[in-house]
T-cell receptor, first 115, second 114 residues
């Protein structure tokens, strides 16, 4: 079974440009999460989808970030316009609805570098 | 507020020694905790978890201890190997049902010297 896949693995853009990150969760996982890790710091929660609905977007930094999950399958996270402080690794994770545990299955991340 | 922190940001051990990584958490209501391992260029990988109704759980070469009195979590790695070198994060679960998330600490960089 395929795990969580993310694309691109690395993106280098200039300040002011737009980047869209994509996440394909594990098939059948209704929960989809976006997290971000800025260099040397903790993994910070951004938002949580249950199917196509945003359950919790309390971690989204500002309105330059837009996440979507049309159809409840894959998700995109768009940053527009990108700023220097947006650099970091963006992780996507998924889990089954009402899982017995709280384990999240993570992708390998999309590294974003804003110059 | 929500916070999961670590006592030691870095830990260097000799191959074959045992490693102990510590974590303090703040949410007394959290019922589930996880340790993740993140290797360079990879995503966090599940190591071991523990529910709040337990105080110890063992896996293969790893043991997690939970002390709810002082809100402390630790990960013990026996006979540490070079392949164990990575950043280790503890995480606690907030919420329940389908509305839950994990909150992570800063991580501890474990370096295993051959």
């Amino acid at each position: 079974e395929a795990g969580v896949t993310q694309f691109p693995s690395h993106s280098v853009i200039e300040k002011g440009q737009t980047v869209t990150l994509r996440c394909d969760p594990i098939s059948g996982h209704d929960n989809l999460y976006w997290y971000r890790r800025v260099m040397g710091k903790e993994i910070k929660f951004l938002l949580h989808f249950v199917k196509e609905s945003k359950q919790d977007e309390s971690g989204m930094p500002n309105n330059r970030f837009l996440a979507e999950r049309t159809g409840g399958t894959y998700s995109t996270l768009k940053v527009q316009p990108a700023e220097l402080e947006d650099s970091g690794v963006y992780f996507c994770a998924s889990s089954q609805a009402r899982a017995n545990t709280g384990e999240l299955f993570f992708g390998e991340g999309s590294r974003l570098t804003v110059l | 507020g929500e916070s999961v922190g670590l006592h030691l940001p870095t830990l260097s051990v000799q191959e074959g020694d045992n490693s102990i990584i510590n974590c303090a958490y703040s949410n007394s209501a959290s019922d589930y905790f996880i340790w993740y391992k993140q290797e360079s260029g990879k995503g966090p990988q599940f190591i071991i978890d523990i529910r709040s109704n337990m105080d110890k759980r063992q896996g293969q070469r790893v043991t997690v201890l939970l002390n709810k009195t002082v809100k402390h979590l630790s990960l013990q790695i026996a006979a540490t190997q070079p392949g164990d070198s990575a950043v280790y994060f503890c995480a606690e679960k907030f919420g329940g049902g389908s509305n839950y998330k994990l909150t992570f600490g800063k991580g501890t960089l474990l370096t295993v010297n051959p």
